[in-house]
C-alpha cells in the first residue's frame, strides 16, 4: 500500500501494511470501529493541537539539548545549597547499575520473574536495616516528607490517639505535606525549640505531652542543620506518656553519629537521596520508614515489605511480599493508607551507594562532612558581621548564616554570589522570620578547601 | 549442515523459545566481600582544614556518636558491580520481554534517547533551590509538558508534584475536600463514589483524605451500574473517582451521564487517567464532563517503570479548581519561567520540590517524538493490538472476556480462565507462574476478584505483530497443559531463577524477615 504516512519506531505496527492485515483479522473496516462504544459527543475533534514532532532521534536530541542548554548546573557554579536535596558525589557504579534496562524497565513482576528486582530492595532494606539498627525497613516511599506523614498516621493507629507532637524548626515544606496529609482527622501541635541549642524545649514538650499524644517527631539532624541533643530524654518522656517516637534522620550522617534507635526512636525516617542520587532539580529523593520487628508495627506499614524465605530446592533464596493482607492492593479502603508505584529504582541505587561504601566509607564520608562544616563555621565566623551557627548545638553538614548585621539582606547577597558563579544558602527569611535576614549553608565531601576559601573570599567582597 | 532455521519451526509455526532466565544462585550481598574490602574511597580531606578543625567530633556528645560500625558488606568495586549485574539479569524489564502481561501497567517501550537526554549534567547536577534564572531550561520543560497535557485533557492547568498515580489521585481527593471546605459544605460531602474496576487506591486515597467510600459494581454489560450510581448520590456526595475505560477495557459509554449526575447533586468528578494509553486523542477528560484527571507518566507516556518508580502522576484540574492545586506551580511571563507561590487556597506541598523532573523531560520528549498524529497512532494501534489479542486468547480452550461479549474492547482486556480451572483444577495464578517459564509475565487482577479466575493483558502499542502471536502461543501452550497435565502446570516454574517459594513465613510475625538482620536472629538463630 503506497503511503506517506510516518512508520514509528515505537510502534512496529505503524507499517501501513501490517495496520491492515490486522484490522482485516479483527474484522474490522478502521479503527474507528473499534472505538465504537465511546459516543460521537465524547469524541475529540479533529487534531490536538501539540507542537510539531522532530520525528528523527537526532532532531529531537537536538532540541532538548537546546533547551537544557539554558540551564546552569552545579557543574559549573559552586552550590551550597542542601535544605533537603544533596550534592554529594554519586558513585559511577550507581548510575551503571540504575541505568540496567532490566532494573529500569521492569515494574510489578512476580518473585519467579521478577528475583532481582525482590533480591535487590531486601538488599536495600537490610543495608538501611544495619546503618539504622531496627529489623524493619520499608521499600522507599516517594520521599522523606512521605515518610514522615506515614510515620505519624502509623503512630496514630498503633496508639489509637490522634495528637502528634512537632518541632517548630521542620521546614515549612514538611510541615506544609504534614498538614495536608494528617488534616482531616489528626491533630498538629508544634513544640517551641530552646532558643540556646535550637532543639525541642523540654519543658513545653512536658507541658504538652500527655495520654492523647500518639507521636513526638524530631529531626536529627534538624532542617535548620543541628543536632538535637536531647534525643534520648524526649523519648522517654513520649514513652512514659505512651506515645511513640519518631526521628527523621540524614542516613548519610549514620557511619558516625548514633542511629536513632540507640536513644529511643520506635521509627524512624528520612530521605536516602544523598546515598547515591543526583540531586535531579529534586528528582532524586525517595523516603525510608524503619521500626522494629513487632507485629504492632509490621502491621500499620502501608508500603510493600519484602521477606527471604526459602524454595522448594535446599539452600535456595526466594522472597515474597510479607503481610501483604494489610495493604490496599488486598483490602482497597480497608488497608493501611494507600500502595502504589513510588521510588523503587531509587532504592536499588542506595543499595548499591551502602555495599560500594562499607563500613569505612561511611564513617570516613562522616568525618569528611563534619570537617568541612565546621571549617566553614570558623571561616564564616571570621568576616565582619557574619554569625554562623545561631546554635549552639553542633551541627552536621548544615548550619544558619545570619547576615542581620551586615546591612544586606539574604536575596541581596545570593544575588553578589550568583554573579561571581556561587550558588549561595538557602534564604530562610521568608521560612523563618524570627531568624531574621538568615541563610541555610550546606557543605559535603565534594567541596574541597578551595570551594570554601572562594566562597569565604566572595562573601567577603560582597559584603565589603 | 542441518537447516537449523527449519529446525524451528513446526507445521509453519515458530516453536516456542526455549527459554531459561539467568539464574546466577546469587548470595545475598552480606555473604560477600572480606573485611578491609573498599567499593569506593571518599574525596580525603585537606590537610589545612583537619589542622584548622583539629577534632571533628569536638562538641558532640558522646551519647551522638556512633560506636559500633554498620554491619555494611566491606566489597571491591568489581565485586558489588557483577553482583548487582547478576541480579539485574534475574529482572525481567520491557527491554527483554513480550510484556503485554502486565495488564493496567502499560508496559511500553521506554525509549532510550529520553534515558540519555535525561542524564545531562545539566539535570542532574541542577539543584532545586537554584536561582530561577539559572534553571530557565528545566522550568521550560515542565511548562512546555503542562500545555501539552492541557491539550490532551482538555483541562486547564496541571502540576507535575505527585510522586506517581497514588499520589495523584491522594492529591486530587485533598483538592475535592479542600473545594468543599471553601464552599462551607465539608462537614456534609463526606462520601466519595468508585467503581470496584477502577484501582485500589481511588477507594484507599478517598478513605486516608477523610471520605467515606461508596464502591459500585458493574452490571451484566460490564458499566458501572447507573441505578446504583444514583441511589449513591446524595447531598453528602463529595465526589466521583473513576476510571474510563476500566480495569475491564470496556468504555462506559454513559460516562457523561455520571458526571452529570454527580455535579447536579453539587459533587466533583475526578478521572483516574493513569493509563490513557487507548484513548489518546480520541476522548478527552473535557469533553466526558470532569473536573480532575491525573496520568502516569511511566505509564501513558512511557518513561520507564523502575521496578516501581520513581515517577509522576501529573494531575490537572479545571479553571475553578486551579487555586487548589499544591505549590508552586510553573509559569511563563512571556520571557521567563518563574515558580508562583501565590495560591492562598493551595492544599499546600504534596512532596518536596516540584516533581521528579527526569520523568517529566522523557515524557516530554516522548511527545515531542510523535505529535498529535503520532499519539493518535499510538492509541490506535494499542487499542488494535488489544483486539488482536484478545480474538487470539479467546481462540484458547478455557478462556473467557466476561461482560460485553462480542464488542470492541480498548487497550486492555480482563479475561477469565473460570472454565479452565472448573475443568482443570488450574488456577489463573497458576498459569502464569508456567508462562514464566517462557520468559514473559502474565497478571491476574487487583483483589477482590470479581472477575473469577482473572487475567488481565495490556498490549499497549509497543509490540508486534508476530510478538503478540508469540504471547498468545505461550498461552495456549500453557492452557494446553493444563488440560493435557494439570500437575505439570502446578508445579511450575522450571525455568525461572527460582523455584516455588514457601509463602507461610511471609504471614507469620515469628518467621517473617524483611531485613538480614531479622533473618540473622530469627533463622540463623545469631544473637544481635
Redesign the interface.
Known sequence: MANNKTVYPYIPNSEPNIKTQMLKEVNANSVNELYSDIPAQLRFKGQMNLPVPFVSEYGLRRHIEKILGKNKSTKQFLNFLGAGCYQHYVPAVCDEINSRGEFLTAYAGEPYDDHGRFQSLFEYTSMMAELLEMDVVSVPTYDGFQAAATALRMACRITGRNKVLLPETIGRDLLSKICDYLRNDIEIITLKHNALTGGIDLNHLEDLISKDIAAVFFENPSYLGFFEINGEKIADIAHQNGAICIVSVDPISLGVITPPSHYGADIVVGDIQPLGMHMLFGGGQAGFIASRDEEKYVMQYPSRLFGIVPTRVKGEYGFGDVAYDRTSFARREEGNEWVGTAAALWGITAGVYLALMGPQGMKEIGEGILYRSQYAKQEMNKIANVSAGVFQAPQFKEFVVKFDNTGKTVAEINHSLLEKRIFGGKDLSHEFPWLGESALFCFTEIHTKEDIDQLITTLKEVLA | MNNITAERFTDGKPNLRRFH?ASW??P???EL?QPG??????????E???F??GD??K???D?????D???????S?PA??R??????????????NIDVG?GT?T?????K?N?Q?A?????????????E??????L??FW?FEQ?LK??SGLDRFTMQP?????A??TNA?II?AYHASMGELDRRDEIITTIFS???D????????FK?I?LYPNEDGYPDIEALKAAISDRTAGLLITNPEDTG??N?K??EFTRLVHAAGGLCSYDQANANG?L????AR??GFDLCHF?L?KTF?T????????VGATGVTKELIPFLPVPLVDFDGEKYYLDYDFPNS?????????????V?KA??W????????????A??A???N??L??KILAIRGASAPYAEG??R?EQVRYSWEKLYEETGVHSDEL??RA?DFG??Y?TS??PYVVPEPCTLEPT?????E?LDEYAAIIENVANEAYADPELVKNA?YN????????Y???D?QQ????????K?K?QKIPV
Not at chain 2, 574490602?37 to 585537606?46: A, D, F
Not at chain 2, 477507594?203 to 477523610?210: I, P, S, T
Not at chain 2, 520507564?304 to 515517577?311: E, F, I, L, Q, T
Request: hydrophobic share 40%; aromatic share 8%; charged share 20%.
Open positions: 532466565q544462585d546469587e545475598i550481598i552480606f566481600g574490602q573498599r567499593g569506593i574511597l571518599v574525596p580525603e580531606v585537606e589545612g582544614i583537619k584548622q578543625v571533628p567530633f562538641g558532640i556528645p551519647s551522638l556518636l556512633r560506636k560500625p554498620p554491619e555494611l558488606p566491606e566489597m568495586q558489588v558491580l553482583h548487582y549485574v547478576h541480579i539485574s539479569q534475574e529482572t525481567l524489564g520491557v527491554d527483554c502486565q501497567c508496559m511500553k517501550y521506554s525509549p534517547i534515558d537526554l542524564r545531562m549534567t545539566e539535570l542532574t547536577e541542577l539543584h532545586p533551590l537554584q536561582d534564572t539559572t534553571v530557565q531550561g528545566i521550560e520543560i512546555r501539552m491539550e490532551i510522586g506517581a498515580g497514588s499520589a489521585i491522594y485533598s475536600r484501582h485500589p487506591s477507594a484507599a486515597c478517598a478513605k486516608v483524605a477523610g467510600v464502591t470496556i468504555y459509554p460516562i457523561a484513548i486523542g480520541i476522548t478527552r469533553e466526558a502516569n511511566h512511557s520507564p517503570h523502575g521496578c516501581g518508580g520513581p515517577a492544599i499546600g506541598k504534596i512532596r518536596p520540590f516540584y516533581g521528579v523532573a527526569p520523568a523531560l516530554y520528549a511527545v515531542m517524538a510523535l505529535g498529535a498524529e503520532g499519539l493518535r497512532e499510538v490506535e494501534i487499542v488494535l493490538n483486539n488482536y484478545l480474538k464488542k470492541r480498548i502464569g507462574i514464566a514473559v509475565h497478571w487487583h483483589h502499542e509497543s509490540y508486534s505483530k510478538e516454574p525461572s531463577t527460582v523455584h516455588t517459594i514457601d509463602h513465613p511471609l504471614d510475625p517473617w524477615c524483611i531485613t538480614w538482620r531479622a533473618y536472629r533463622a
